[in-house]
């Protein structure tokens, strides 16, 4: 099969190596532009290294950029994590189309940032989606689905790399095979279940002791790695990361620092404890052991993060 592969990071990299180590036709390549000063995109660097074609455009809405796209002659387009706007009439130029990845239950958690949301409000599983895009926003028919129950130990990090990453790509390849047999569905979305939250930022970041410890420990580990949960100490602000909740009451209000030990930071929360075992302040990019602040007076107990 003809396929041509948009995406960039290390998803779109081990989509391509996949494809390519399974014999399929890769007739081009769309990575991201080189960032100024910086290195280039994995599937940059992995397409180079196969010899398949490359082309990096800063958008896909000319002219230019559709005519290229379909002299390309594609059976099929493979959108590996894309956050370029991909006008319709490229989604539909080959043959069977295109299909696009997302680390959702669509349609619930559409938008950029859907692992954050997915743990910030609590869901019981995660999952990921290939489905057949069109001009909406993670809008169009589900073509296959794969759900992962959500453990206490997870992070965004955690279940991506570990365990969403993996079954997208192994998804996809289940997906390119019932295409190629004329048995892949596409089950239009139920719109009464559809959620749409925004990029997962700072202002959504801040830790509310007020709120229930369940609510606060989902905040910090769906902030994590970015943008980071965080809370004020002492003047300056404090990122919280590798959260565990303990069962475990503590006297003090909500927000205190409670011990610093070689095992990280215990926080009281209401009704229960947050242990926090990696720690960073805005003015130091580096993660630490909360131990290493105390060591070096910027951390103590009995602080009340606000």
Same mark, same amino acid.
């Given at each position: 099969?003809?396929?041509?592969?948009?995406?960039?990071?290390?998803?779109?990299?081990?989509?391509?190596?996949?494809?390519?180590?399974?014999?399929?036709?890769?007739?081009?390549?769309?990575?991201?532009?080189?960032?100024?000063?910086?290195?280039?995109?994995?599937?940059?660097?992995?397409?180079?290294?196969?010899?398949?074609?490359?082309?990096?455009?800063?958008?896909?809405?000319?002219?230019?950029?559709?005519?290229?796209?379909?002299?390309?002659?594609?059976?099929?387009?493979?959108?590996?994590?894309?956050?370029?706007?991909?006008?319709?009439?490229?989604?539909?130029?080959?043959?069977?189309?295109?299909?696009?990845?997302?680390?959702?239950?669509?349609?619930?958690?559409?938008?950029?940032?859907?692992?954050?949301? /997915?743990?910030? &409000?609590?869901? $019981?599983? #995660? =999952?990921? @989606?290939?489905?057949?895009?069109?001009?909406?926003? !993670?809008?169009? *028919?589900?073509?296959?689905?794969?759900?992962?129950?959500?453990?206490?130990?997870?992070?965004?990090?955690?279940?991506?790399?570990?365990?969403?990453?993996?079954?997208?790509?192994?998804?996809?390849?289940?997906?390119?095979?019932?295409?190629?047999?004329?048995?892949?569905?596409?089950?239009?979305?139920?719109?009464?279940?559809?959620?749409?939250?925004?990029?997962?930022?700072?202002?959504?970041?801040?830790?509310?002791?007020?709120?229930?410890?369940?609510?606060?420990?989902?905040?910090?580990?769906?902030?994590?790695?970015?943008?980071?949960?965080?809370?004020?100490?002492?003047?300056?602000?404090?990122?919280?990361?590798?959260?565990?909740?303990?069962?475990?009451?503590?006297?003090?209000?909500?927000?205190?620092?409670?011990?610093?030990? /070689?095992?990280? &930071?215990?926080? $009281?929360? #209401? =009704?229960? @404890?947050?242990?926090?075992?990696?720690?960073?302040? !805005?003015?130091? *990019?580096?993660?630490?052991?909360?131990?290493?602040?105390?060591?070096?007076?910027?951390?103590?107990?009995?602080?009340?993060?606000?």
């Amino acid at each position: 099969m003809r396929i041509a592969l948009i995406g960039q990071a290390a998803f779109a990299e081990r989509a391509l190596e996949v494809l390519h180590a399974r014999g399929e036709e890769v007739v081009h390549v769309f990575a991201p532009p080189d960032p100024p000063g910086g290195r280039p995109d994995p599937l940059k660097t992995k397409a180079l290294a196969l010899g398949v074609p490359l082309s990096q455009p800063a958008t896909f809405k000319s002219d230019a950029a559709y005519e290229h796209f379909r002299a390309l002659d594609a059976d099929l387009l493979v959108m590996a994590f894309v956050t370029l706007i991909v006008p319709e009439r490229i989604l539909y130029a080959p043959r069977h189309k295109a299909i696009c990845f997302h680390p959702s239950l669509l349609p619930r958690h559409r938008g950029a940032s859907a692992i954050n949301w /997915t743990l910030i &409000m609590g869901d $019981a599983s #995660a =999952g990921v @989606t290939w489905f057949w895009p069109d001009k909406g926003i !993670d809008t169009g *028919p589900i073509l296959l689905q794969r759900s992962e129950p959500i453990r206490d130990e997870d992070t965004v990090g955690s279940l991506y790399f570990n365990r969403l990453f993996p079954l997208g790509i192994e998804t996809m390849t289940e997906a390119i095979e019932l295409i190629k047999a004329g048995r892949a569905p596409a089950i239009a979305q139920d719109e009464r279940l559809a959620t749409y939250e925004p990029p997962c930022r700072d202002e959504h970041a801040k830790v509310d002791f007020a709120r229930s410890a369940r609510e606060v420990f989902n905040l910090v580990r769906g902030c994590d790695p970015q943008p980071g949960a965080h809370a004020q100490a002492g003047g300056e602000w404090l990122r919280l990361y590798e959260p565990m909740l303990e069962n475990r009451r503590s006297e003090s209000p909500p927000g205190t620092i409670v011990s610093i030990d /070689t095992a990280g &930071m215990r926080v $009281a929360l #209401a =009704g229960a @404890t947050m242990m926090v075992r990696r720690v960073r302040l !805005d003015s130091n *990019p580096k993660k630490v052991a909360p131990q290493e602040l105390a060591a070096g007076g910027r951390l103590h107990t009995s602080i009340l993060l606000t």
